[in-house]
């Protein structure tokens, strides 16, 4: 059962901003570190973002880290995956995940295998 949504993705040229959503049941975001995947046509699936349970914890790839930020709403069940000044090789479809977590828990995981919740993808295409 599929529980984690991603939205918000779509077709831009470089340069643009899109905002992701990752939304679930409160009872998965709430006790649980979040992570964005992506993957591009032909390549495995890497990390790109991840943000803790609790206390706002982030950690990017060094590819994204001056470009993306990666929040949590919490009243809106809600993680969102800002992605500024987007490249073509920013392309791909992306995932969000979710690992449950201690509240005094700080880590962040950056395998597929850390996480055991996952959405279905959305795809951004950015074109040059």
């Known amino acids: 059962q599929v529980l984690l949504v991603e939205s918000g993705g779509g077709l831009v040229q470089a340069g643009a901003s899109l905002r992701l959503s990752c939304a679930g049941p409160?009872?998965?975001?709430?006790?649980?570190?979040i992570a964005w995947f992506r993957q591009a046509p032909g390549k495995e699936r890497e990390f790109v973002a991840a943000i803790t349970r609790s206390f706002g914890s982030t950690r990017y790839q060094d590819s994204v880290k001056d470009r993306y930020t990666i929040s949590r709403d919490s009243a809106k069940n809600t993680v969102y995956l800002q992605m500024n000044s987007l490249k073509p090789e920013d392309t791909a479809v992306y995932f969000c995940a979710a690992r449950r977590q201690i509240i005094t828990d700080q880590r962040l995981g950056i395998t597929e295998s850390e996480y055991d919740n996952w959405g279905q993808g959305t795809q951004v295409t950015v074109s040059s």
């Open positions: 409160s009872r998965i975001l709430s006790s649980s570190a």
